[in-house]
């Protein structure tokens, strides 16, 4: 299995901050790597998909970049909002894993 | 709009069975793959089963291996998870989701809000 490493694996930040999120596999993925925010109490929600392509309605401040076994998700300017833990997830092979998540705090 | 309703979860005794259901709008359901997602109490996100559009080439997680069987109705637009010998450890919120697809590969894209299952006696 493909094991997804996540850090940091909480992190607080300001308002404004530009926040940066690694996400480790330990074999090539290629870009299949996906990256998702979820909250408490609500469903998760789809960032990014392909390692770098926002879907449709995130906002751009979001982005992703990365291939092969190291990737990264960065917030450029942190809203509050934006609290909630995020993870990665590979879909290069079965058994899909994700990362065991980021939380973030203002 | 696509809309995934799940329902089916309750509180079940371990060793007992379940039937969720996830319900979609919204899109042509039987040309996108399925697969359902949980989140145990105070865990991450964990990928249970995943099935292709029309039904066949089902996949698992180890854990639920021989236990779980995920299935789909393309006539009811409604996806299935049957859950049998649960354990304690399957506790958790369930989610359906709706796979879409990018240069020859499909991830993961629309979510259900989920549907609670609790083992426990």
Known sequence: ?106 | EVQLLESGGALVQPGGSLRLSCAASGFTFSNFPMSWVRQSPGKGLDWVSSVNSGGGGPSYADSVKGRFTISRDNAKSTLYLQMKSLRLEDTAVYYCVRESQSNSAWHFDDWGQGTLVTVSS
């Open chain 1, 1 to 106: 299995d493909i094991q997804m490493t996540q850090s940091p694996s909480s992190l607080s930040a300001s308002v404004g901050d530009r926040v940066t999120i690694t996400c480790r596999a330990s074999q090539g993925i290629g870009n299949y790597l996906a990256w998702f925010q979820k909250k408490p109490g609500k469903a998760p929600k789809s960032l990014i998909y392909a390692a770098s392509n926002l879907h449709s309605g995130v906002p751009s401040k979001f982005s992703g970049s990365g291939s092969g076994t190291e990737f990264t998700l960065t917030i450029s300017s942190l809203q509050s909002e934006d609290l909630a833990t995020y993870y990665c997830q590979q879909y290069s092979r079965y058994p899909l894993t994700f990362g065991g998540g980021t939380k973030v705090e203002i």
